[in-house]
């Protein structure tokens, strides 16, 4: 099954432990063989959270979401939980500074944005499997201070705190605040209740999180006297050695007011030959078979990005949908003279000039030339008549010919952009703001 299907229907009998190992995305599990017990007599029921940190989640936290969704493909009840409690305090995992607090509308509005995109990789339809989604404030908020100190940090020994690596880290640079040093009680107390309400006893998370979670896990032994278990996903990082899903202008956002469609598509495309078989594995539902097929196809004809384009299509259909990857590849082969423009929405084309040099002027009037050279796709005038007699230049796809072309309000695409063009693969844009 493939990305692409957009089908989210449990495929029950697939031995999901050797699903995440084949695919190296797991990193540590409390006791990986009273798990595969667990999974092999029944359902259970899993779950991950994601903090609202943010207005969008990112690469990095859709390698967790995927991980709960394949445990629902492979028959077991998924519950994805949105941090509207943890969201307010931080989280210090990972992090050498204290976070900056935001408001509680801020929050709840992040909240809102994320429920919307963990919904969409989740099947909600009735049965067995059916996933849930909760919001971690809906228990949190109802705790008095005392009922939170007696009856859940009573369980918390301080030193078993202070030698979890995310505070020790922290208490051997800047410090930490008692706010975020309360945090891995919170979220504990979430597998707790979650345990209690849901009968869930098995959460996910990234590696980073591994004490928080083992803390869920001993509270709930210390309190129900029951055994459940923590299973943490591998931090994706780049075979360069750089964080995974950063880019010049940040992380990788789902959302596509934060990364345009376009440019979601694009970084995939560009992932280097050393990773995007790890990437396929990671991020895409296409089977083992076919994996090693464009594995190969990378070896024999790397030239071809065979591999990058079906990450790409796969991971943009999956977030985007297939409308808007049909919009992308339009829009990439128009760029480079393989379509019409005039086939282009003008989001789509904003977008796809984001990505590439673009001058913006006030008004039209200069020669082609100048804005050739002002955009930045040559060095200067001189080269940019150089690209005109040799027959390298375009605008709009069409072949500038003449040196002293002078583009018009009729050469306005949408009335606002100039597509440029040097040879056959380095584009341009101008803007008319």
């Keep these: 099954m493939t990305a692409s299907s957009g089908n989210l229907v449990p495929t029950p009998g697939i031995d999901i432990l050797d699903e995440l190992e084949w695919r190296d995305v797991t990193a540590q ?3 990986a063989d009273a798990l595969r017990k667990a999974l092999a007599e029944g359902p259970i029921t899993v779950y991950a959270g994601f903090d609202p940190t943010a207005p969008s989640l990112h690469a990095g936290n859709l390698a967790t979401l995927l991980i709960l969704t394949r445990f629902q493909r492979a028959g077991h009840r ?3 939980l949105v941090g509207g ?5 931080g989280d210090p995992s990972g992090r050498s ?5 935001n408001s509680s509308e801020i929050v709840e509005e992040w909240v809102s944005r994320i429920r919307v995109q963990v919904e969409k990789f989740l099947s909600f339809d009735e049965g067995p499997t059916a996933a849930t989604l909760v919001s971690n404030l809906d228990w949190t908020a109802e705790l008095s201070a005392i009922d939170f100190l007696r009856d859940v940090g009573k369980h918390f020994p301080v030193n078993r705190m202070l030698a979890r690596e995310s505070v020790s880290a922290r208490l051997a640079g800047e410090g930490l605040s008692y706010t975020e040093f309360s945090y891995q009680i919170l979220q504990a107390n979430d597998y707790l209740e979650l345990y209690r309400r849901h009968g869930c006893t098995l959460q996910l998370g990234g590696s980073d999180q591994w004490g928080n979670i083992t803390a869920g896990v001993d509270l709930i032994r210390r309190v ?4 459940v278990h923590a299973l943490t996903g591998k931090l994706i990082t780049k075979a360069d050695g750089t964080k995974f899903g950063k880019t010049a202008g940040g992380a990788v956002w789902l959302d596509p007011a934060l990364t345009s469609p376009y440019a979601f598509y694009q970084y995939w495309l560009n992932a280097d030959d050393r990773d995007v078989v790890r990437f396929l594995k990671v991020f895409t539902f296409r089977e083992r078979e076919e994996i090693e097929e464009l594995e190969k196809a990378v070896a024999d004809r790397p030239a071809a990005r065979e591999a990058q384009r079906a990450l790409a299509g796969d991971l943009t259909t999956l977030v985007h949908g297939a409308d808007e990857l049909a919009r992308v590849i339009a829009a990439s082969r128009a760029l480079f003279g393989q379509g019409s423009l005039d086939e282009l929405d003008a989001r789509t084309l904003e977008s ?3 990505e590439v040099p673009t001058a913006t002027v006030p008004s039209l009037g200069a020669p082609y030339i100048d804005l050739l050279a002002e955009s930045g796709l040559v060095e200067s005038k001189s080269a940019a008549r150089r690209a005109v007699k040799e027959g ?3 605008l709009n796809n069409v072949k500038i010919t003449d040196e002293d072309y002078v583009p018009s309000a009729d050469d306005l695409l949408f009335g606002r952009f100039l597509v440029l063009r040097r040879g056959k693969k380095t584009i341009g844009g101008v803007e008319v703001v």
């Design 29 to 31: 599990t409390t006791d």
């Design 78 to 80: 998924p519950i994805g």
């Design 85 to 89: 409690a943890t969201g307010l305090i």
């Design 97 to 101: 500074t204290e976070r900056s607090l």
């Design 224 to 227: 129900e006297g029951a055994h």
């Design 352 to 354: 796809a000039l984001a």
């Design 392 to 394: 390298g230049a375009y």
